[in-house]
C-alpha cells in the first residue's frame, strides 16, 4: 500500500508541478500578448497619422498646382493679352473651402479663398463678355474703363503681386 501510496503521491507533484508551470506560461503568454497588442495600436495609429500627413500634403500640392496655374496666367498677362491662358486657369480652378482648410490654417485658408475670389472677379470684370466670351482686343486709351489695356494692365499687376505674397505659403515654392 505504501507503493501505491508513492506512486500516487509521485504523480500528484508532477500533476501539480506541470499546473504550476502551466500558470506561469499562461501568465507569460498573457503579458506577451498584451504587449503585442499595444504595439499593433501604437503601429495603427503611426500609419494613421502618416495617411493623414500624406493626404494633406496631396490637397496642398493640388492647390499649389492651381495657384501656380492661376499666376502663371497672370504673368502671361503682364506681356500682352492671353485670353487663352486664363480660360484655361479658370477651367484649373476647382477648390472647395474643406481642401484649403486641410492643407492651411484658418488665416491662410482665407487669404487663398480671398485671393480665387479677386481673380474670379479679375476674370468677370476685365475679360469676359456678357454671353460667356472672352475680350481679346483693348484699346490703349484709360479714359475707356475696363476694357482699356492700361486699365487691364493695373489689375493684372497688383492680382499678381498679391499671388506673389501668398506663394510663401506653399512649402515647396520657388518664388
Known sequence: ????????YTALL???????????RIRRTGRRLREIEQRVSRLETEAESARSQAYTASVEQEIYIQFMT????????LKSPHPRALRESEHAIRLSGEQLNIAFSPSEAENLRQFFQHYHLYLNTYWKTGGNGWKTVFVSNVQNGADSWETVHAA???????AERLSALFTYSSS
Open 1 to 8: 500500500m505504501t507503493f501505491h501510496f508513492l506512486i500516487l
Open 14 to 24: 508532477l500533476l501539480a508541478g506541470t499546473a504550476v508551470g502551466t500558470t506561469a
Open 70 to 77: 492661376v499666376k502663371d496666367a497672370l504673368f502671361q498677362q
Open 156 to 162: 493684372t499687376k497688383s492680382l499678381y503681386q498679391e
